[in-house]
């Protein structure tokens, strides 16, 4: 199985902040790597496909990087709502495996 | 708009059976692979199953292969996950979601998940 390791765990950051989040993966997965965005007491929610393209209706301050084994999600600009864990997940392989997840909390 | 409503979880003994249900709408149901993805609360993601949109190929995880049995049924819009022989770490809210098509298969919808308990 394809092991994902996001870093940091855990991050705090004020409101403007620029969040950068990493994503490795234990080989490579070219660019089969999504990212996901899951607020409390809500189901996750998708943001970014093929590592760099951002799903419809989702703001431009996030972007995606990355392809091989290390992967980004940068925030820009962090807004209030943007507080949530982030999750990666690799879609090359069976089984889909994801990172352990990266919380933004606020400073 | 596309809607994904699971159903069926509960509280269950270790050693015993439930039947988990995801109604879709909104969506050519049968053109998409569905997925089940589950998640102990305060933990993170743990992908369970998939089946194509046909019913033809489906995967398990390694954790619950044996245990576990995903179907569809396209007429009536519907995946189900039979859980059998079920253990305490299968306590997790289960998440069915809809597999993106013609990309990197990144899972685009999601429902609001089902609790499952498994506890004497």
């Known amino acids: 199985d394809i092991q994902m390791t996001q870093s940091p765990s855990a991050l705090s950051a004020s409101v403007g902040d620029r969040v950068i989040i990493t994503c490795r993966a234990s080989q490579t997965i070219s660019v089969y790597l999504n990212w996901y965005q899951q607020r409390p007491g809500q189901a996750p929610k998708f943001l970014i496909y093929g590592s760099s393209s951002l799903q419809s209706g989702v703001p431009s301050r996030f972007t995606g990087s990355g392809s091989g084994t290390d992967f980004t999600l940068t925030i820009s600009s962090l807004q209030p709502e943007d507080f949530a864990t982030y999750y990666c997940q690799q879609s090359y392989s069976v089984p889909q495996t994801f990172g352990q997840g990266t919380k933004v909390e606020i400073k | 708009e596309v809607q994904l409503v699971e159903s069926g979880g509960g509280l269950v003994r270790p050693g015993g059976s439930l039947r988990l249900s995801c109604a879709a709408s909104g969506f050519s149901f049968s053109s998409f692979s569905m997925n089940w993805v589950r998640q102990v609360p305060g933990k993170g993601l743990e992908w369970v199953s998939s089946i194509s949109g046909s019913g033809s190929y489906i995967h398990y995880a390694d954790s619950v292969k044996g245990r576990f049995t995903v179907s569809r049924d396209n007429t009536n819009n519907s995946v189900y996950l039979q859980l059998s022989n079920l253990r305490a770490e299968d306590t997790a809210i289960y998440y069915c979601?809809?597999?993106?098509?013609?990309?990197?298969?990144?899972?685009?919808?999601w429902g609001q998940g089902t609790l499952v308990t498994v506890s004497s």
């Open positions: 979601a809809r597999e993106l098509v013609g990309t990197t298969s990144p899972l685009d919808y």
